[in-house]
Nanobody
Framework: QVQLVASGGGFVQAGGSLRLSCAVS????????MAWYRQAPGKQRELVAN???????NYADSVKGRFVISRDNTKNTAYLQMNSLKPEDTAVYYC?????????????WGQGTQVTVSS
């Protein structure tokens, strides 16, 4: 069973920084992608960043140059370092991973952590 526990959200002023963490239980952490999504009130959930394989990363245009996704395979933990935060970054942030078993993809989600950026 794969379980994700996200932490690190909070309240910060514009221009500040936060680091989110996502601890993953279960096996084979290192070989599967990790991702961070966010959902603001009244909006659809959107992909913020993901990290694949040995370290290939992808970012939404809105966070490029400000956010950094990383992972520590020895700790089964993924991180999202968020710098130069803006009020529009305010959202609930969810970590995500997936498994493909017998050809069937299943997504796993953390519980979400609130990030609030004041202007």
């Amino acid at each position: 069973q794969v379980q994700l526990v996200a932490s690190g959200g909070g309240f910060v002023q514009a221009g500040g920084s936060l680091r989110l963490s996502c601890a993953v239980s279960g096996s084979m952490f290192a070989i599967w992608p990790m991702a961070w999504y966010r959902q603001a009130p009244g909006k659809q959930r959107e992909l913020v960043a993901n990290i694949i394989g040995a370290g290939t990363t992808n970012y939404a245009d809105s966070v490029k140059g400000r956010f950094v996704i990383s992972r520590d395979n020895t700790k089964n933990t993924a991180y999202l370092q968020m710098n130069s935060l803006k009020p529009e970054d305010t959202a609930v942030y969810y970590c995500n991973t997936l498994r493909v078993i017998a050809g069937v993809r299943r997504d796993y989600w953390g519980q979400g952590t609130q990030v609030t950026v004041s202007s």
